[in-house]
Every structure is written in C-alpha cells, then in structure tokens.
C-alpha cells in the first residue's frame, strides 16, 4: 500500500519544479534546502526510554535513514532500542503552525501554545468531545509533516517558532512534505492525503438536511405514543412547512438492553414494525442511521459474551453510569463478532451509523487511536457489505488519520450557545487543516441549558452555518424542536431558508466533496489555503472559503454585527451573494450588521456556482419532480477564464464535468462552455441588469452572450 502510494507521489511532481536537498547536520539533525536556503530544520531526532527524557540522537548512525522519496517529500526512518521516539522542528518565531486536533484549543485555528496528547480532547470550552485528529501538522513556513503511526504520542507547540512530537514506539516513520510550488499550501495536504487516506464521496443523503433526536423515545406531541410515530410526526412537518431534508437517525435509546446499546436490536416498545418503519421512510425520501459504541453496556448481549470470552478492557474503575469498558478489537475473534452482529442493521435497512465514544475511559488512552480505527473499519464494512461504497453515511466524533477513508465526522458535543457556534466554527475550519472534509456540527449546540436552549437567536445563525457546512444535521427534542414551544414561527422561517438553500447547494457541495475524495483539499477551508501569502489571513477562526468561490463569515456573537476581512490573491474583489450589490476590494475589511434571515456570505470575481434541485429527497409536494441545474457565474473582465469541475450522479458512480467560464473585453463577450451535465440545465448570468437564465442542450456544448455589462 504504502509503495503504490509513494510511486502515485512521484508521478504528480514535476522534477523541474524542485530543488530541494536533505543533509544531516553536525548535531545529528535533519535539513531540507533550496540551493543556499534552509526551508525545514528538522532540528533534532529524539529517543529515549520515557517520554519525559527523550533527547537528541547521538550518532546518526543508530538506525536512522532518511532521503528524498519525490523531489518535494523526504521519508525519515528512525529503529533503535528506546521505547518513545519523536523530533523537533524549529523555525522563525512567528511562524504558525497548524493541523493534529480538530478542537480549537483558545478559539484558535493555530496551535500557538498548545501541549497535548494525540488522543480525544474530552470536555472543554465551546465543545465536548471533538476529537478527529491526525498526526499531522503544517506551518507557515511552508511544509507539513506527517507521522505514519497509531501508537499514543504526545504534540508540543509551547515553544514560539518550535514543533515537536514524541511517539510512544520503537520504530518511528515520518514524512517531510514541501509545496509543489512556492506557497502551494494545498499541494501539502494533497501530498499528505496521498500518503495516508482520503475520505469517500459521501451519499447525497448523508450530506443532509438530517433531522435527528438525542431521544425520539419522548417529547410526545398530539397522538405520538412511540418513537416511529414521533419521527413520523417530523417527517410531516418537514413536509408541510416544505422543508427539504434527506435524512434521521436515531441516538440512543432505540434498542433493548442498557442505556438501548449492546442488543443489537429495536425496543418492540418504541419500534414495534422497525421493518416497515424503515422502508415507510426511503420511500418518503429519507435515509436511516442508528447510533453505535465500541462499549460494552452492563447486562447486555455484548457485554456478557465479551466478558465471557475475555474480550473487556480491563476498567480501573466502576463503569460509569453502567456504562462498561470496550472490546479489544485486536483480538479477531472480538473483531469478527462485533462485526457480524452489526451486519442486522444494514439488512433491515439502516444506511449508516452515528459512531460515538472511544475516548470517554473505555479503554487505555494509549490504544485510543488503534481501536478507533479497528471499530471505523468493522462499522464501515458492515454497512459497505450490505450497500456498497458511498451508498451510506458514516459520521464519528473520535476518528484519526487513515480512518478518514472509511467515517465522516460530526464535531461531538457543542454547547449551545455563541461560545459553542464560534468553536464550532472553529472547529469546522481546523478539521479541514487535518483533511477531515465531510463535516458538520449539531446545529444549534448539542449540550443544552435551561428550557429555551439554543436562544432563537443563537438557532438561527447556526442554521445558517450549516447551510454553507458540507453537512447539514439539526437535533430535535424536548424544548428544541422548532414547530414546538416556547420557539416561534421566525425559527421555522429560517429553518426552511437555511434546509432549502443547503438542498440548492448540493450540487456545488458534492462537487467539492469529489475534489476532497481525489485531492484531500476540504471543502471548508481556512483563509490562508486560498490566500498563502496574505498574512492577514493565517489566524482567523470564524470566516473560511467554503470551496474556492464562496467567503463565508459566520455570525458568532449577539447583535448580528461583525467585521468581514476579504483576502489578497485570489480575487482583486468580491460581491456579497444575496443581494449582488455591495463589492469589496481585496486587501479591505467591511463592518457589516445583518438580521437572522441572513448571513455574511460573498463571491469572488468570475465565480462558478452549480446549484440547484438534483436530489429530491422528502420533497414529495413537488409534482413530477425532475432534477434541474443552474450554473450561476459571475463573469468579470479581470478574470479571462476561470473552471469548476462539476461532479454529477451519486457516490462513487458519478461523472467529473468540466465548465469553463471565459470573458473578452475586446469584443465584451461572455462565454460558458459545458460537458455532459447528465441533467436538464441552465446558465443563471449574473449580470448589471439583473440575473440572465439562458437554457442549456443536453450532452454539452457552449452557451454566449455579447454586449453586456458585468456586475464586477
């Protein structure tokens, strides 16, 4: 596996483009220059028998190897006889270094004074539990660094200008990665994601709207007397509200057992024809998922034949809440079985699993990373078996590296307040610096206080969060359920603009979820990806490129208000999308105030935007439903050409489409030539008279306007 990668490596680097050698150094240290510039001093390789005693290697010669594998990504080898291995990496005292935890320790983005193991963070300001995290970082100084292991090992970026890692092994394996091009940070990713693994093509139900409940088994309304007919109760609503939505799933409890989790089944209670239930629901337009734990639960079947055999973790202390330790899933027999007994729930018809835990004391911290990616694995084959690839959605808190091919990731417990929605945005941007790009948060928070939580203030601006998230999911229940009291019908309003507008931007969604599935590159990506050498962009936490057309700028606090900063590089100027009015230079920083029937949203100059009505989901109001796409572009004469690459069909199955949009001053034309789009579809010109729609033939071709005046 890893050969074929590295040969795959070699083949995207253009040899002239590289100058770069490796040396070691008379300390016994690691350099990679470009002619007389050191670019990465690898400073120090570290060994030792404890990880608070590691020190400098000594002689070069104790087991350590290292070279350039492609001109812009150098493999070092370490094998001695000490138990913890690591490396220091220094630089200018300024750089930024970024990447290993999804959470935003200090609401930041880099990791400027953060020490912590590369295990699951637990409870912490903003959110719990947000815990996808990779051993790998990148810095502004224009390289990443990648560590090829799953043993527990420790980050330290305290130091200003300093990095360095110390992995509980005796053989530790690490990959330098350079730019294919001077500031070419996404060219780093895309290497990196080419040595590890890159996340599947999700289904177009997985990307949402999902409509969920922490406990479908109460906040009964009207007739409601079980949990079917109470997500039977929101499937109506969504229907008359005409509110598009894709998907559910059920957390606990839905089973039989304790705490409804170790039974592999459905409480006949609560589910009494689960059967029909499920097959009610994919006709109706909806995809089911379940929740699911690598933990034994007190009294279940899980737990007894796990004891019995010996498969439990041994637990220091007491399960909490009854809640019992995990299954050591090296074992192929606990393995195996696990694995057999989920295969029910894909047979009935579930299509995906909400994985949860891993990290809460179930088992050892320094087996975390390894078992978490054991049960991704036997979860992701349970349901690939029954299905087939990209024909389900998986979504766990807890993954690590490689596992991003096999689980999407929600970012655990958010609070639900400000301090949550700002986290998770956050969050949602660091995620995508570890190459997790299928993502989405609990929209409105999922850690709630008091009987209006999230305030419909709060609701509202994260509805529209999630519109421009690769996946939209909203919780429902007691005292959060939007049609229900003490929330209003403005909740409803929003819900249904922010749901229906995410359904519009599918197209433009799964086309980015296609370029993440081939190049690791995220679809929420922090400013400094698209703007490198705009400094001003390497520390915000709260605004991102949602793809490479769109800037989007979260509200995050009360009052609707905030300040809007619009990157250098790679567009001279932006238009806010909604009104197509108000155009911002580069470079500048705009104090906008808007109501929460909106949000900060722009586009650069020549934008393509592939939008439209191509899923139909639960939309079962719209007589004789066919799918339709508009390619929405904003031509400018700065911009000669621009491209997008449309991806159309479902999951792995689908088509890459090409569209280019090209411009002329001279003779002020507009062109926009297309392949096979596989729909009925339409070019939407924006233009200064207004939007312009001009219908498009089927199996491509190109489409032209002259004499026009352009909005930019």
């Known amino acids: 596996m890893i050969f074929r990668a590295l040969l795959a490596l070699a083949t995207f680097v253009p040899p002239s ?63 001695t006889t000490a138990n913890f291995h690591g490396a220091r990496f220094t630089a200018e005292p300024d750089t930024h270094f970024f990447g290993v935890w999804e959470y935003p ?33 990148l810095t502004s100084a224009g390289y990443g660094v990648y560590t090829d292991t799953l043993k527990m090992g420790s980050y330290d970026f305290t130091t200003p200008g300093e990095a360095q890692f ?54 009964f309304h009207g007739s409601v007397s ?42 006949p209670k609560f589910y009494p024809n689960v059967e029909v239930f499920l097959k009610n629901l994919t006709d109706w337009g909806f995809d089911f998922q379940v929740w699911i734990a690598n933990r034994a639960q007190l009294g279940t079947e899980l737990y ?32 195996q079985y696990f694995e057999k007994k989920l295969e029910y ?10 994985i949860d835990r891993g990290e809460e004391g179930e088992m050892p911290d320094y087996v975390q990373n390894e078992q978490m990616a054991l049960f991704l694995q036997l979860a992701y084959d349970s349901m690939v078996q029954k299905h087939g690839a990209t024909k389900f959605h998986n979504f766990a808190r807890s993954a690590v590296d490689r596992s991003r091919s096999v689980t999407h990731i929600w970012n655990g417990d958010s609070h639900a307040n400000f301090t949550g929605l700002a ?33 419909e203030e709060v609701w509202a601006r994260w509805m529209w969060f999630s519109a421009f998230s690769p996946v939209y999911e909203l919780m429902l229940g007691t005292n959060h359920t939007p049609w229900y009291e003490p929330y209003t019908q403005q909740t409803v309003d929003v819900l249904k603009q922010t749901a229906n507008l995410h359904a519009d931007l599918t197209p433009y969604i799964k086309s980015y979820a296609y370029v993440n599935s081939k190049t690791g590159v995220p679809i929420i990506r922090a400013l400094f990806l698209e703007a490198p050498e705009d400094s001003a962009t390497w520390e915000v936490p709260d605004a991102y490129f949602f793809g490479s057309e769109f800037i989007v700028a979260p509200i995050v606090t009360s009052g609707g208000s905030r300040s809007v900063y619009f990157p250098k590089g790679p567009s001279k100027r932006y238009i806010e999308y909604f009104n197509k009015t108000s155009i911002h230079a580069a470079g500048t920083t705009a104090n906008v105030s808007l109501p929460v029937t909106s949000i900060p949203v722009y586009v650069k100059e020549g934008a393509i935007i592939t939008r439209g009505d191509i899923f139909q989901g639960n939309a079962k109001w719209v007589e004789d439903w066919q799918a339709f796409l508009f390619i929405e572009v904003f031509p400018s004469w700065d911009v000669p050409e621009s491209r997008f690459t449309y991806y159309s069909g479902e999951g792995n199955e689908g088509k890459a489409v090409e569209i280019v949009l090209a411009t002329n001053k001279e003779d002020r034309t507009v062109k926009v030539v297309y392949g096979d789009l596989g729909v009925e579809a339409a070019v939407l010109w924006q233009l200064k008279s207004g939007p312009k729609e001009v219908n498009l033939n089927r199996g491509g071709g190109y489409t032209t306007l002259t004499d026009v005046e352009l909005l930019f």
């Open 17 to 79: 483009l590289c100058n770069y050698t490796i040396s070691l150094t008379s300390t016994n240290g690691i350099t990679i220059s470009d002619g007389n510039k050191t670019v990465v001093n690898n400073a120090a390789i570290l060994s030792g028998t404890q990880n608070t005693t590691v020190s400098a290697l000594k002689n070069a010669t104790q087991g350590l190897t290292y070279e350039l594998i492609t001109p812009t990504v150098a493999k070092v080898q370490l094998n």
């Open 105 to 137: 320790f200090n609401y930041q983005i880099t990791n400027k004074n953060v020490s912590f193991d590369l295990k699951g963070v637990g409870n912490n300001v903003g959110i719990n539990w947000v815990n996808a995290r990779a051993p790998f970082f």
């Open 166 to 219: 110390i992995f509980n092994t005796s053989s530790l394996l690490y990959y330098i990665i350079l730019p294919k091009e001077q500031g070419d940070i996404k060219s780093i990713i895309e290497q990196y994601t080419e040595l590890s693994s890159r996340s599947e093509i999700p289904s177009t139900s997985g990307l949402g709207p999902t409509f969920w409940s922490d406990d479908f088994t109460q906040d």
């Open 226 to 267: 079980n949990a079917e007919e109470n997500i039977y109760d929101v499937v109506n609503h969504l229907y008359y509200n005409q509110i598009r939505a894709t998907s559910s799933f059920a957390d606990r409890p839905y089973g039989t057992g304790n705490r409804s989790w170790g039974n592999f089944d459905f409480d």
């Open 304 to 335: 007894n034949k796990s004891l019995a055999e010996g498969w439990q973790y041994p637990l220091d202390l007491p399960p909490l809440g009854a809640l019992g330790a995990a299954l050591d899933l090296s074992i192929p027999e606990a393995y």
């Open 345 to 354: 729930f894909a047979s009935i018809g579930v299509k995906g699993y909400k």
């Open 423 to 455: 986290y998770s945005v956050a969050s949602g941007i660091r995620s995508g610096l570890i190459a997790f790009g299928i993502w989405g948060s609990d929209t409105g928070g999922y850690t709630r206080e008091g009987t209006l939580t999230p305030t």
